[in-house]
């Protein structure tokens, strides 16, 4: 007589709860650190763009075989990175503890220490890495996940390609915007900063753009034009969501005072998507 499938679906669960309960397989320790056998750092810790995150795993509860006089270890694991998102970071990494320990080895603890460089673009929140370790010896597995902290910029996505942010500055370093009415002297050398937002993206998450810019008298005549001032071109693992844009224009020292309007013009060459965006400045 052929047992009704809620039984067997019952039966099945209740073996998995039991391997569950029966298993040893634990992690001892979830680590981060800034550099490789570095302290470790607090929960409350903010890594940054461009950094390198340091993580370590230690392993309790494990198998070993007796083979002679030495006990052997086989333990695999995978470890990852996801973004606020879940979007990976980077590749997962797998690797294998495969280890024939003596006697004197008693206080052997397995552990393995991966390391991942967060790109500079990458934005702010809360970043998981995924672990997972196998016992192969005893055929058990467990997995976790330890959360950390990015400080950056959020980025907003976008669907259609879009300039951000557009900004004057006194010079290139400045971190503070001009307010308006924005005011450049004779002589001196105007800053734009901006972002790109929304391009389209090829295989490997390639992504081209360029920008140019152009300056308009009140009337609206052209006065000024670099259609191509620069370009970008990239491929990487993780998309780049955002691309940084800077122009610079260095004003005559006969240049009359007036109104002049600084025309942004963006182009994504995989998209084939164009915009443009308008500010004014003064000259005095």
């Known amino acids: 007589m052929v ?21 040893k397989l634990a992690f001892e320790r979830l680590a981060l650190h800034q550099y490789e056998d570095g302290p470790l750092l607090p929960a409350s810790h903010d890594f940054l763009p461009g950094e390198t995150v340091w993580f370590s795993c230690r392993i309790a509860g494990f198998e070993s075989q007796q083979a002679g006089d030495n006990r052997t270890v086989k333990i695999s694991w995978q470890v990852g990175i996801v973004d606020p998102a879940g979007v990976a ?34 934005p702010g929140g809360n970043y998981h890495i995924p672990v997972t370790v196998k016992d192969e010896l005893a055929g058990s597995e467990i997995s976790g996940s330890l959360e950390f902290h990015v400080r950056a910029e959020s980025i907003e996505p976008s669907e259609t390609f879009v300039i951000r942010n557009l900004r004057f500055l006194r010079n ?20 734009a900063k901006f972002e790109m937002v929304g391009y389209k993206f090829e295989a490997n998450h390639k ?10 008298n009140a009337d609206g005549k052209e006065l000024f034009a670099q259609p191509e001032a620069a370009a970008e071109s990239k491929e990487s693992f993780y998309p780049q969501l955002i ?16 109104t002049y309007t600084l025309v942004v013009t ?10 443009e965006q308008r500010e004014t400045f003064r000259v005095e």
């Open 89 to 122: 970071v980077e590749a997962p990494r797998t690797g294998r503890l495969d280890e024939s320990l003596r006697t004197q080895d008693k206080n052997w603890v397995p552990k393995f220490v991966v390391s991942f460089l967060l790109p500079s673009f990458v």
């Open 266 to 275: 963006v182009r994504d060459k995989i998209g084939g998507q164009t915009t």
């Open 207 to 216: 992504f081209s753009v360029d920008y140019g810019l152009a300056v308009l």
């Open 172 to 191: 290139e370093t400045d971190a503070e915007a001009l307010r308006q009415p924005v005011v450049y002297r004779p002589g001196s050398t105007l800053w």
């Open 3 to 23: 047992a009704p499938r809620w039984i067997i679906a019952l039966t099945l669960l209740f073996t998995a709860r039991v391997l569950t309960a029966e298993s």
């Open 243 to 258: 691309v940084p844009g800077a122009l610079s224009l260095h004003l005559d020292p006969n240049v009359p005072s007036a």
